[in-house]
Structure formats: C-alpha cells, structure tokens
C-alpha cells in the first residue's frame, strides 16, 4: 500500500523558517512527481510548489514564490519543503501528494494527485 508520511511542522514566529518532509512507505519517491499542497481553516485546499521527476521544482502559489523552495534526496526517498520568511497567511495544514506521471510532470491541481499524507499542521504566530 503506497503511503506518504509528512513530518516537521509546528509553531513558528513571523520570519522564521520550517522544513517540512515527506516521506514514502511501500514505494519511492523517485518514480513520483511530488505536490505540496496547503488548506487554510475555511479555505480551499491549494497548490503550493511541486518537483518533478527530473528534479525540477515549480512554485504555483505567488505568495510563496521566493520564499519556498522544493528539493528531493533520492538516498532517502524524501522530499523536502523548505519554507523561509514565514508569515501568519502561512497558517495551514500542508499535504503532500504523488502522482505517477511522465518526467517533466508537475501539477497544482489535486485531482492529479491519486496519494496524499496525512497532514501536517503549520502555525505562524508571534
């Protein structure tokens, strides 16, 4: 059973950075274009950035462009999101997906995205 694990969110001051981390069970990464995804309380989920399977990432969400960045490390079959400059609109749940798809592949479109994790809460607050 193909599973994602995301890992490293928390609390946050305005400013500050967090990595988040997803991880697979039962499959790797590397075969998989891998989306980050967020959803505010009371607001619909959304495309943040995405890697391809090339190692190529694309920021989708203009308020995280610049700030957020996208990297995988095949040893560990981990994909990292990288989050500096943190502000309160950072406020979310963060998802991460895959999607088996040809190798220049990326997406912010869920329904592209057949697995997700769990979830992994984000607070930016002073």
């Known amino acids: 059973q193909l599973q994602l694990v995301e890992s490293g969110g928390g609390l946050v001051q305005p400013g500050g950075s967090l990595t988040l981390s997803c991880a697979a069970s039962?499959?790797?990464?590397?075969?998989?274009?891998i989306g980050w995804f967020r959803q505010a309380p009371g607001k619909e989920r959304e495309g943040v950035i995405c890697?391809?399977?090339?190692?190529?990432?694309?920021s989708y969400a203009d308020s995280a462009k610049g700030r957020f960045t996208i990297s995988r490390d095949k040893a560990k079959s981990t994909v990292y999101l990288q989050m500096n400059s943190l502000k309160p609109d950072d406020t979310a749940v963060y998802y991460c997906?895959?999607?088996?798809?040809?190798?220049?592949?990326?997406?912010?479109?869920?329904?592209?995205?057949?697995?997700w994790g769990q979830g992994t809460q984000v607070t930016v607050s002073s």
């Open positions: 039962g499959f790797t990464l590397d075969d998989y274009a």
């Open positions: 997906a895959a999607a088996h798809e040809p190798y220049y592949f990326c997406s912010a479109r869920r329904g592209d995205y057949p697995y």
């Open positions: 890697i391809s399977r090339s190692g190529e990432g694309i």
